[in-house]
């Protein structure tokens, strides 16, 4: 439930994502006090830190004149996405404002996004770094200013109903409507919430320009892993599961391949280089299925080597079965062998998902046994996951 000020109602909450930010924190506090004078306001730092940022915050907090409160995740989940709807659900406000914890993010901001909501015609407002005047000055070298727009005109093409009136999609400094998102529908993966909200159903957004400033102090937290979870974020949300499947599938498809080549130049025979190329990427799929197709799912499923051996006895037995039936294909209907093969690994590949979903991921406890109609319900729930309508 909400936190409530006793004696004050909150106008407007502040929510503040941190991991190891204790830099920054007393400065952070100060200009947004600063800013929002005149406005009742709290902030709320969702912190995930594992160094001394928790008690930082509460020394400032206690010196504060504003309400500053402090959750701080020993078991984050959902990562930046995560604490984000964590602080939204316990905002004292309706109208909740997220912005970064190192004040590339200018707290000056903060009263002419929340007066442009006032207007009362809005759901969401975004601040934009590529909107009027806005400025992406902040990024670290010409390489992340690269990264940044390639990776924005990517979203936009993937999405261009949903956002076709924002820039700046993957912004981390907006104000919404808690009310207007369907916090039990997100399923935030990673650090571009803003992302996924937007595409979930339509809003009403505006947007207001700002610059995206230098770090006030500490390390940036970017790096390939993340852009390796904003790829998979961005195909969940625009393909759903079905699809990310398919991408690891044609990975597995073209490292099979590749290890193949290696192995036979290197004087090992064929046969024995395909038994080992099977089998890498059979392992390779799942350790990836596990990471970015059903980690919603892992909690309520058996244990990971109970998946592991179902996912490994399937894709060898699926293995036994397809090339056979290739080989007949090609002897009895006089196609050729590229064409049998692919005919067979798109019936395998529905196959492969069908087992995946509801048998290696199914839940622990199962209740009395799903009617036809329940299991096509919960496969097609699993295979159609929101993307643009």
């Not at 020394?59 to 078991?75: E, K, T």
């Not at 909107?131 to 990024?139: D, E, K, N, R």
């Not at 990836?288 to 996912?311: N, P, T």
């Amino acid at each position: 439930m909400p936190h409530r000020v006793p004696g004050v109602i909150i106008e407007l909450s502040i929510i503040v994502p941190t991991f190891n930010e204790a830099p920054n924190v007393a400065e952070l506090v100060a200009r947004v006090t600063a800013a929002v004078e005149g406005i009742d306001a709290e902030i709320v730092f969702v912190d995930d830190s594992t160094d001394d940022t928790p008690e930082v915050m509460r020394v400032v907090a206690a010196g504060a004149g504003i309400p500053v409160r402090v959750i701080h995740r020993d078991q984050p989940v959902g990562g930046l996405g995560g604490a984000v709807v964590e602080g939204f659900r316990a905002a004292a406000s309706d109208v909740c404002l997220v912005m970064d914890g190192d004040l590339q993010h200018p707290p000056e901001k903060i009263p002419e996004m929340f007066e442009r909501h006032r207007e009362g015609d809005v759901d969401v407002v975004v601040a934009s770094r590529y909107a009027g005047g806005g400025t992406s000055t902040g990024l670290a070298d010409r390489t992340r200013v690269l990264v940044s727009r390639a990776s924005t005109a990517l979203t936009k093409a993937m999405f261009p109903v949903r956002l076709h009136d924002v820039s700046d999609p993957m912004t981390g400094f907006f104000l919404v409507s808690r009310s207007a998102v369907d916090l039990d529908g997100l399923h935030p993966r990673g650090f571009k919430i803003l992302l996924e909200i937007l595409v979930r159903k339509p809003f009403r957004i505006a947007e207001v320009p700002f610059d995206f400033g230098d770090r006030h102090a500490g390390e940036s937290k970017a790096s390939f892993r993340q852009g390796m979870h904003f790829l998979a974020q961005l195909a969940a949300l625009r393909f759903g599961k079905m699809s990310l499947f398919a991408v690891i599938g044609g990975l597995g498809a073209v490292a099979n391949v590749v290890i193949v080549w290696a192995l036979t130049h290197l004087g090992v025979d064929y046969v024995v280089a395909a038994i080992i190329a099977a089998e890498v990427t059979i392992i390779g799929n799942f350790l990836l299925i596990e990471r970015f197709v059903f980690q919603d799912m892992r909690g309520d499923a058996s244990g990971v080597w109970s998946r592991f051996a179902k996912s490994f006895a399937f894709n060898n037995a699926e293995a036994v079965i397809r090339i056979p039936i290739v080989a007949l294909m090609v002897s009895t209907s006089h196609i050729s062998a590229v064409l049998a093969t692919a005919i067979t690994l798109v019936v395998a590949f529905f196959v492969r998902f069908v087992f995946h979903s509801l048998v290696v991921y199914a839940p622990k406890k199962q209740g009395t046994p799903s009617a036809a109609r329940e299991v096509i319900e919960k496969l097609d729930e699993q295979a159609m996951q929101p993307g643009e309508l």
